[in-house]
């Protein structure tokens, strides 16, 4: 049922529904309706396994696969609604779209998408456990066998070369891993001043958590810090234009909308627009880093090896074989198989969502340039979005049913640097590297050259 009420985020407050004029109110209301369907549906949650599952695996040297069952996720993992009940209400909403809106409709288009991959989430959490998981997950975030076009490298390609450049860059003096010499209680202090700055003061929530995977994870409002974790200034920097721009920035701007409410939710094709535009957000700030990027190797190369029917083990035992820590190596495998089965029926394929993501969203950034329509970019920011509905959100923008973003980091705030990198990266990707490589032998040799 949709909600009256108001919303006030940043002393911006959101109409209700009986504010807006009939045709926004008509859309708002089945906004709401998808909102209100989709919130007991939480994909990691209903995957993960339980901390004792990490414990046991330490307890016995970690020479022992973890024991997880399909019965194992129903049993601690139970999902908080009826899937048949949920399918109908999704069906439901999706037939009053078309009765109230027609199919050609713009927003009515995107609507009924967003039902219909909801569905698609619905069957992909009965199948816990089951090859058909890994088989739907491969459909929702992809598998390292895709290929963006014809001819072109593969996913699992990318993981590869990354992992030949960053086997040279390892023992390198100036790319050594920074000292994690910040603990948790430090990590929530810091964080919180920083999103108190980008933000205002207490609109986001820094807190200490025993409850999430990665070392720190965000919601809506708030960012979750790994108690037992530690950081670097470098990290810090990282979760904050990661998880704060762009995973809580968003968040914030969909919640925000007027109309498209439905805006503050992300389906899983959102989360590849989401994971890009972070891993892209962390590049363009500098606060990347090798180690970083072999994190997000070591996780398509994990993905790969499931999907060519690696099983848990011969995972973890891949990662440890090339120097990773033991504790690192399992939570890199662990979300792999999270859902699945560590006996090898495929892998969850959630973790290529960052490295397909960057190439798309990349991409994008630099074709707009190329064709005069910078200004577009920005729009990746209204909310939890599919890059392919950014044509239709330009429009809607224009219609005035779509607001532009309020929380917007640079560099989108301000595209004349961006345009600028992006038109020298423009020429650069029609040089062939291969042959580059060939011109700068001598100077790498030390040998004097003609440059």
């Known amino acids: 049922m949709a909600s009256n009420k108001k919303r006030s985020i940043g002393g911006v407050q959101r109409p209700s529904p009986d504010e807006l004029p009939p045709y926004h109110r008509t859309i708002r209301l089945l906004s709401d309706r998808i909102v209100e369907a989709q919130k007991p549906i939480r994909i990691l949650d209903a995957c993960k396994w339980t901390d004792d599952i990490e414990r046991t695996f330490f307890e016995k040297d970690c020479l022992e696969p973890p024991v997880i069952t399909r019965e194992y996720y129903a049993e601690h993992q139970p999902l908080e609604f009826d899937v048949a009940e949920k399918n109908r209400e999704f069906y439901e909403i999706e037939r009053d779209i078309r009765r109230e809106l027609g199919t050609l409709n713009a927003c009515g288009a995107m609507m009924l998408r967003t039902c219909k991959e909801y569905r698609v989430v619905l069957s992909l959490l009965s199948l816990r456990g089951t090859p058909d998981f890994s088989a739907i997950s491969q459909g929702l975030y992809g598998s390292t066998y895709d290929r963006f076009h014809a001819g072109d490298p593969t996913l699992g390609d990318l993981g590869r070369t990354m992992a030949k450049v960053l086997l040279k860059l390892r023992d390198d003096p100036l790319m050594q891993a920074d000292e994690k010499s910040i603990d948790g209680a430090g990590a929530v202090q810091v964080l919180g001043e920083r999103m108190d700055a980008y933000f205002g003061p207490g609109l986001v929530n820094v807190k200490l958590s025993d409850g999430v995977v990665a070392d720190a994870a965000a919601g809506a409002d708030y960012i979750k810090v790994r108690a037992e974790a530690r950081f670097s200034e470098r990290d810090l920097s990282v979760l904050e234009?990661?998880?704060?721009?762009?995973?809580?920035?968003?968040?914030?701007?969909?919640?925000?909308?007027?109309?498209?409410?439905?805006?503050?939710?992300?389906?899983?094709?959102?989360?590849?627009?989401?994971?890009?535009?972070?891993?892209?957000?962390?590049?363009?700030?500098?606060?990347?880093?090798?180690?970083?990027?072999?994190?997000?190797?070591?996780?398509?190369?994990?993905?790969?090896?499931?999907?060519?029917?690696?099983?848990f083990m011969q995972c973890f035992k891949a990662l440890t074989e090339q120097g990773r820590d033991r504790r690192v190596a399992y939570q890199t495998v662990y979300r792999a198989f999270r859902g699945s089965l560590p006996s090898g029926c495929g892998p969850f394929t959630k973790d290529l969502s960052y490295s397909r993501g960057f190439i798309l969203i990349y991409n994008y950034v630099r074709l707009a340039v190329r064709q005069g329509l910078a200004s577009r970019i920005p729009l990746l920011f209204v909310g939890k979005l599919r890059l392919s509905d950014l044509g239709v959100i330009h429009q809607l923008v224009e219609d005035k049913v779509v607001q532009p973003p309020r929380y917007l980091p640079p560099p989108y705030d301000d595209l004349r640097g961006l345009s600028a990198w992006m038109c020298y990266s423009n020429f650069l990707n029609t040089i062939d590297l291969s042959k580059a490589a060939d011109d700068y032998a001598a100077i790498f040799a030390g040998k004097g050259t003609d440059y």
Not at 242 to 249: L, S
């Open 241 to 311: 234009v990661h998880e704060g721009w762009v995973h809580i920035g968003t968040t914030l701007n969909g919640l925000l909308q007027p109309v498209l409410t439905f805006l503050g939710k992300g389906t899983p094709s959102c989360t590849v627009t989401q994971e890009g535009l972070a891993i892209i957000q962390e590049i363009f700030t500098f606060n990347s880093n090798p180690d970083r990027i072999q994190k997000l190797t070591d996780r398509v190369e994990t993905i790969r090896m499931a999907e060519e029917g690696a099983d």
